[in-house]
C-alpha cells in the first residue's frame, strides 16, 4: 500500500507520446511552371526563416490561382498567369507573389505581411533569371534557394 504514491509518481515519470503544439500554416499555391516553383523556394524559405511559420505546398496546376485565393483555400499563390490587383510582387514578365486574406488580418501571420513586403523589396528579375540558370543546370531548386539567400545574407 505504501508504494502506490511512488508508483504513482513513476508512472507520471515514464516519457510518453508528445502531444505537439504546432502553430499555424501557410498554404502556399504553386504554379506548374519551373520559375514559379524557384520563386516559391526562395520565397517558402524567406518565410520561414524569418517568421518561424510552416507552409504546406498546394499544387495549382494549370490553374494560377485567384479563384483558390478568393475562396479562401489557399493563402499565397504563385503563379505566372496571376492577374488580379492582390499581388504583392511580380518578377518582370515572370511568376508573381499574390496574397490572400488570412496573411493579411489573422494575428497569428502579423509577422508574414512584413517579411514578404521586404522581400518584394529585395528580390527583382534578375535574381529570379540566376536561380532559374542554377536549377537548370542541375542544382536542386530548393538548394539553390538556400544558397542564394544565404549568399546575400538575407536569411
Known amino acids: ?69 478568393a475562396a479562401d483555400q489557399i493563402d499565397l499563390a504563385i503563379s505566372s498567369g496571376l492577374k488580379g490587383a492582390d499581388r504583392l510582387f511580380a518578377t518582370g514578365a515572370g511568376p508573381s507573389v499574390a496574397v490572400g486574406p488570412r496573411p493579411r488580418q489573422d494575428l497569428q501571420f502579423t509577422t508574414v505581411m512584413p517579411a514578404l513586403e521586404k522581400l518584394a523589396g529585395l528580390f527583382g528579375s534578375a535574381d529570379l533569371a540566376g536561380l532559374q540558370a542554377a536549377v537548370a543546370a542541375g542544382e536542386p531548386a530548393a538548394a539553390a534557394a538556400r544558397r542564394f539567400l544565404q549568399e546575400r545574407r538575407w536569411i
Open 1 to 69: 500500500m505504501k508504494q502506490w504514491p511512488l508508483f504513482l509518481i513513476l508512472l507520471l515519470l515514464l516519457p510518453g507520446a508528445a502531444g505537439a503544439c504546432f502553430g499555424p500554416k501557410l498554404h502556399v499555391g504553386i504554379g506548374a511552371d519551373p520559375a514559379s516553383q524557384v520563386l516559391a523556394e526562395v520565397v517558402i524559405l524567406y518565410v520561414k526563416e524569418k517568421t518561424g511559420i510552416e507552409t504546406e505546398r498546394v499544387a495549382l496546376g494549370a490553374r494560377e490561382g485567384e479563384a483558390e485565393l
